[in-house]
């Protein structure tokens, strides 16, 4: 080789190295002042740097942009402009297209050059904010809007996939938080259904995918809008089936219903996988993992003789996949305390669970793209180091520096959101709330309560472990 060449050579590695030890690090590390700034309560800081960040609004990452947005807003109390930003989330989610420029892209380096595609579960968590953002707005009808959008819009994502369908397909957070809107605007009729709908889908989904039975609140509330309404063969079955009893009173207490959103949902890094070459038949060339029990065929028989030889000649791929990193909060229980009783927080809603389990349905349905890129990267890497040695040892190292998996997730959402109602006579109110966990921690909240009506109060634990 050339001096002349050599240098080009050292010249493109050396660039390369640069650039990937710049781009090595997860959507994580990259953001770590913000989410350093959100996980400490500093929201205006976090808001401050959100505005300065001008691409932000405009590149691969906007949606987490508009998402981030969202939430530092609804923190700071700016219900209306935080919806702002979710309905330009929700819009770019709802108009959410693939480029074939960035998708060719990704295909010869790695996913994160693409516009950032929400994980489903992030799509319908902005409805969530957006139905939060009008019940502090007291839009009863807006927020009814999204709560229903949060179970249709999972019913359509799942309806687009032919195979390996998700298991998170029903919300059952939202049918009960559905309930609670129309309990609090009369509507039991509709209460009924909702909070039906939503005893049924956690002991027919959640019990088994998450863990989580239907809480006792949503049992309560059950049975005494089945009474309210005169549905008393519904009110007998599900008294019987709960072993509780609704117990009518002539005062005009309202009620406050309490969510509490515990610490943050978990941030993704990668891991990788080894594959094998398990030979190549009828135009499909197969790549095996024994360990996990995987077998991926990539169809090649539509390509050039020299590049389905180069397919056939891969002995070996390692493939990078995206991971959940799950960050525990620092408290796992709390209670309410009024002057005559305590109420406990009931667990409603794990949304790192369903994290962890939307990721895991998703890989199943991608893991054949990803070995198909991988493998088209090695098939290119070797035709050129066929025809230039040099040309190909640069592919090759480029390819060995850019290969890694798309590390980028809402990370600011809630680890998870317990809820209880508490009856309180017309007036002002002084409410503790204690939390447990690694320590024991003490809050006091004022309540102003009016008779016959309900309120509804957010408070969003940030401390993690």
């Keep these: 080789m050339s001096i002349k060449k050599n240098k080009l050579v050292l010249l493109i590695v050396t660039t390369c190295i640069s650039l990937t030890f710049m781009g090595c690090a997860t959507y994580y590390q990259k953001n770590y002042q913000l989410q350093s700034y959100i996980t400490n309560g500093d929201f205006h800081s976090a808001d401050k740097l959100l505005k300065k960040d001008k691409k932000g609004e405009s590149g691969v990452n906007k949606v987490l942009h508009y998402m981030n947005k969202g939430v530092v807003n609804f923190m700071l109390g700016n219900y209306q402009l935080s919806n702002t930003y979710f ?5 770019y989610n709802e108009d959410y297209k693939k480029s074939l420029g ?9 996913p994160m050059v693409r516009p950032y595609k929400p994980e489903d579960f992030e799509i319908v968590m902005v409805h969530y904010y957006k139905s939060l953002n009008y019940l502090m707005l007291k839009n009863y009808e807006e927020a009814l809007v999204e709560c229903r959008r949060v179970n249709i819009q999972l019913q359509q994502l799942n309806d687009k996939y032919k195979n390996n369908k998700n298991k998170y397909t029903n919300d059952a957070f939202a049918h009960n938080l559905m309930g609670m809107i129309y309990d609090a605007s009369g ?8 909070y039906r709908n939503a005893y049924e889908a956690y002991e027919n989904d959640y019990k088994k995918l998450f863990s989580i039975a239907a809480p006792l609140q949503l049992k309560k509330d059950l049975l005494r809008v089945a009474y309210q309404i005169g549905f008393m063969q519904e009110y007998n079955y599900y008294k019987d089936l709960f072993a509780l009893e609704y117990k009518p009173s002539d005062n005009e207490d309202g009620s406050l219903v309490f969510l509490w959103m515990n610490g943050f949902g978990p941030v993704k890094s990668e891991w990788s996988i080894n594959f094998t070459n398990a030979g190549y038949r009828n135009g499909w060339v197969t790549f095996v993992n024994e360990d996990y029990g995987f077998n991926f065929p990539v169809y090649v028989g539509n390509r050039r003789v020299n590049e389905q030889g180069a397919f056939k000649n891969l002995s070996f791929l390692r493939v990078a996949f995206p991971k959940y990193i799950e960050r525990k909060p620092a408290f796992t229980q709390a209670i309410l305390r009024t002057q005559q009783q305590e109420y406990p927080l009931e667990l409603s809603e794990n949304i790192n669970a369903i994290a962890f389990q939307s990721l895991k349905d998703r890989m199943t349905r991608e893991m054949a793209n990803s070995i198909a890129r991988l493998a088209t990267k090695k098939a290119l890497e070797s035709l050129a180091n066929r025809e230039n040695q040099n040309l190909g040892s640069i592919i090759s190292i480029v390819n060995a520096l ?3 998996a798309d590390t980028r997730n809402w990370q600011s959402l809630p680890y998870a959101i317990h809820y209880t109602r508490i009856p309180l006579a017309p007036g002002n109110h002084q409410i503790e709330m204690i939390v447990n966990g690694s320590e024991q ?3 006091t909240f004022h309540f102003d309560i009016e008779k016959n009506k309900t309120s509804f109060f957010t408070f969003h634990q940030i401390e993690t472990k």
């Excluded at 509507?187 to 259904?193: T, V, Y």
């Design 402 to 404: 850019t290969e890694k």
């Design 441 to 443: 921690r003490h809050e």
């Design 187 to 194: 509507d039991k009729n509709n209460a009924f259904i909702a």
């Design 87 to 91: 309905e330009k989330a929700d819009l």
């Design 102 to 110: 960035s998708e060719a892209l990704a295909m010869i380096s790695n």
